[in-house]
């Protein structure tokens, strides 16, 4: 059922751009683009924008809408670049995400719609939810497949949706035992499952890849770090690709166990990215140990995002 982008499809490492604050906290659009500029030259494939990882929960409506066409516009085709519209309501995010095709998008990411710790919608309003999306858009759909969502999404009721509904045919895996459901629905799926991809920071990339996965989205401090995994991965030489998972595991983890979504925006500022690595109010900003401590791993490794901007 998928109409796929004649550039499809998409592979290889796409992380998450932060949103880049000043020090009050107001977008910072020179900021933005040199965040861009620095992703792209560190290796990316392509780009995620305005996900969980880019604080999207912390933008107004028209400041999602500045971030989205200042970074389309300033990537000018360079790589691909994903716009998430994950919204509540069917019909916003049919429309965010008909704007983002407008402007440029390659993918949208959505997660199924949910509310705060409860509100949840039952399948068959999930699938009609994903079903207007794709109805609005000619470009591929990612479901978004999160713990933070806190919705049972099933490997059947996922591959019944790939087959069935126009343009939904990438798969960003999150929840536990990622690898065993990337596998079974690949198995489930089959032709249908056009991009089965790895997510939360790359924590479970090898055994992920394992399973089948194509594509990585990740934070965006070091690319290039990922692409030392995935390059020997698909180039055969897995004895490498784990010689490098090895080497970046500890980075990775601190991401995705500490730092958080701040760690892109640290290694940014100190890197000389850009000039602030604010975090939007309330959200606190990260201890000073625990900000010492991410950048003495990633010293050892020396990604690119320490000498761009220097």
């Given at each position: 059922?998928?109409?796929?982008?004649?550039?499809?499809?998409?592979?290889?490492?796409?992380?998450?751009?932060?949103?880049?604050?000043?020090?009050?906290?107001?977008?910072?659009?020179?900021?933005?683009?040199?965040?861009?500029?620095?992703?792209?030259?560190?290796?990316?494939?392509?780009?995620?924008?305005?996900?969980?990882?880019?604080?999207?929960?912390?933008?107004?409506?028209?400041?999602?809408?500045?971030?989205?066409?200042?970074?389309?516009?300033?990537?000018?085709?360079?790589?691909?670049?994903?716009?998430?519209?994950?919204?509540?309501?069917?019909?916003?995010?049919?429309?965010?995400?008909?704007?983002?095709?407008?402007?440029?998008?390659?993918?949208?990411?959505?997660?199924?719609?949910y509310h705060g710790a409860?509100?949840?919608?039952?399948?068959?309003?999930?699938?009609?939810?994903?079903?207007?999306?794709?109805?609005?858009?000619?470009?591929?759909?990612?479901?978004?497949?999160?713990?933070?969502?806190?919705?049972?999404?099933?490997?059947?009721?996922?591959?019944?949706?790939?087959?069935?509904?126009?343009?939904?045919?990438?798969?960003?895996?999150?929840?536990?035992?990622?690898?065993?459901?990337?596998?079974?629905?690949?198995?489930?799926g089959g032709e249908s499952?056009?991009?089965?991809?790895?997510?939360?920071?790359?924590?479970?990339?090898?055994?992920?890849?394992?399973?089948?996965?194509?594509?990585?989205?990740?934070?965006?401090?070091?690319?290039?770090?990922?692409?030392?995994?995935?390059?020997?991965?698909?180039?055969?030489?897995?004895?490498?690709?784990?010689?490098?998972?090895?080497?970046?595991?500890?980075?990775?983890?601190?991401?995705n166990r500490q730092a958080?979504?701040?760690?892109?925006?640290?290694?940014?500022?100190?890197?000389?990215?850009?000039?602030?690595?604010?975090?939007?109010?309330?959200?606190?900003?990260?201890?000073?140990?625990?900000?010492?401590?991410?950048?003495?791993?990633?010293?050892?490794?020396?990604?690119?995002?320490?000498?761009?901007?220097?």
């Amino acid at each position: 059922m998928t109409r796929l982008s004649a550039a499809g499809p998409y592979k290889g490492v796409f992380p998450v751009a932060p949103t880049v604050f000043d020090a009050e906290g107001r977008l910072d659009l020179d900021g933005q683009k040199r965040c861009i500029d620095f992703m792209i030259d560190a290796g990316s494939h392509g780009l995620c924008i305005l996900a969980n990882f880019s604080e999207q929960f912390v933008l107004a409506d028209d400041e999602r809408d500045l971030v989205m066409t200042t970074v389309l516009d300033h990537v000018a085709g360079r790589v691909p670049v994903i716009v998430t519209t994950t919204h509540f309501a069917t019909h916003i995010c049919a429309e965010r995400s008909r704007r983002a095709q407008e402007a440029g998008a390659a993918m949208v990411m959505v997660m199924p719609p949910y509310h705060g710790a409860t509100f949840r919608v039952p399948e068959a309003s999930i699938y009609a939810f994903y079903k207007a999306v794709s109805d609005a858009i000619d470009i591929p759909i990612m479901v978004q497949d999160a713990p933070v969502a806190g919705t049972p999404l099933s490997v059947p009721f996922l591959a019944k949706m790939a087959q069935e509904i126009e343009n939904l045919a990438y798969f960003k895996i999150e929840v536990p035992q990622a690898a065993n459901k990337l596998r079974a629905l690949i198995e489930a799926g089959g032709e249908s499952i056009v991009g089965p991809w790895d997510g939360e920071e790359a924590i479970t990339l090898m055994a992920d890849l394992d399973a089948g996965a194509t594509g990585a989205m990740t934070g965006g401090g070091f690319p290039d770090g990922i692409r030392q995994i995935i390059d020997p991965y698909f180039a055969g030489h897995r004895e490498a690709a784990l010689d490098a998972y090895q080497r970046w595991l500890p980075l990775i983890n601190y991401e995705n166990r500490q730092a958080g979504f701040a760690t892109a925006k640290i290694l940014m500022q100190e890197g000389g990215v850009i000039k602030h690595d604010t975090l939007r109010a309330p959200l606190p900003p990260v201890h000073p140990a625990t900000r010492a401590g991410l950048l003495e791993l990633a010293r050892r490794l020396d990604p690119l995002v320490l000498r761009w901007g220097k």
